[in-house]
């Protein structure tokens, strides 16, 4: 599985930017997740952006106080080449959509390209420009949430659904009751989730369940850890060990996990990928395998590479490397930082 954060996705524009045309007047977003390309894009080259609906009736949307450049203040007769842009392409049909739009709309004249950041093959029918090629299976930061796969994962509840307790409310009694029955939800998952894996114990069943009812949460089965006590489950160190377990035996293709040590502990023991919410980024088995070495890493590198600054990062970069993924690994990612 493939992971994207919204950080990977400000990369991936900025490794590509220079690809593009550098006469572009106008940068269209095809709601929603356009919308994030869009902006991106449209901040790093300071040239005016809309959404779909607003193009097609030759209107841009406003810029803010601290960008008061005459560029940004267009209209629809200063446009000559115009970017429409979509986070990722699958099936085409919403840049099918946007093309028939615009085609039908007055601004069917302009000189139109279309884009997608992340796309499964470099060409795709009605496409001119493709940022990354992103293969399948594949999931956004800011997709996730709402994706089918959902049915088929393994989520955690504390730091992902709601808010961790705090050390005060964590005492295994009556401030964890009442902590779990009027905990603060955090994100809003819409699809129907296949397992709720948490390692709160099996005691506080009910205020769980009935939190998750009076939050409107739509699961299959809920798993809890079946202990006496907090203090015997920190004495087992069971947390990870015990949702990876459940999550090797489980037909699932991915664990939601809330915090790091956990992600990585899960991964490592099921043998199957992890998305952290803690980091954004999605812990494989593989330790040694070097497409999926790490969101992070990457990330480091590539910035690296790009500010010409190896030589200020490259300790650190080992550090991180030697820590992580181990020195068989830092041996064989020295010609990739150099380069």
């Known amino acids: 599985m493939h992971y994207r954060s919204v950080a990977d996705l400000n990369d991936t524009i900025m490794r590509n930017y220079h690809r593009l045309p550098r006469d572009i007047d106008l940068i269209v977003g095809i709601p929603r997740s356009g919308m994030l390309a869009a902006n991106l894009l449209s901040l790093l080259a300071n040239i005016p952006m809309s959404d779909l609906d607003r193009f097609v009736e030759g209107k841009t949307l406003t810029y803010g106080v601290t960008k008061k450049w005459v560029g940004l203040n267009t209209e629809a007769g200063d446009w000559r080449r115009i970017l429409v842009v979509d986070d990722s392409i699958d099936s085409g049909r919403a840049m099918r959509e946007a093309r028939a739009r615009i085609e039908a709309s007055p601004e069917a004249h302009r000189n139109v390209i279309y884009s997608a950041v992340y796309g499964a093959h470099d060409k795709h029918d009605g496409v001119d420009f493709i940022f990354e090629v992103l293969p399948h299976p594949r999931v956004f930061q800011w997709n996730f949430l709402h994706h089918r796969f959902i049915e088929r994962s393994c989520v955690d509840i504390d730091g992902v659904l709601c808010v961790d307790p705090t050390n005060e409310q964590n005492d295994d009694g009556a401030e964890y009751e009442r902590f779990v029955s009027e905990a603060i939800p955090l994100l809003r998952i819409t699809q129907k989730i296949g397992y709720l894996v948490t390692s709160r114990l099996e005691k506080y069943r009910s205020q769980t369940e009935a939190w998750l009812k009076a939050n409107g949460i739509n699961y299959g ?87 010409r600054q190896v030589g200020i990062y490259g300790s650190l970069l080992k550090l991180a490397v030697r820590h992580s993924l181990g020195d068989r690994l830092l041996r064989s990612l020295r010609g990739h930082v150099r380069s």
């Open 221 to 307: 089965q809920l798993i809890m850890l079946d202990l006496p006590s907090a203090e015997e489950r920190r004495r087992l160190a069971a947390h990870g060990r015990f949702k990876a377990e459940f999550y090797k035996n489980s037909d699932c293709i991915l664990f939601i996990e809330s915090e790091r040590q956990q992600a990585e502990t899960i991964a490592k023991l099921s043998g199957k990928p992890v998305l952290c919410i803690e980091t954004q980024h999605l812990f494989v088995p593989d330790r040694l395998s070097l497409p999926y070495a790490g969101q992070s890493l990457r990330t480091l590198i590539r910035r690296a590479q790009r500010a």
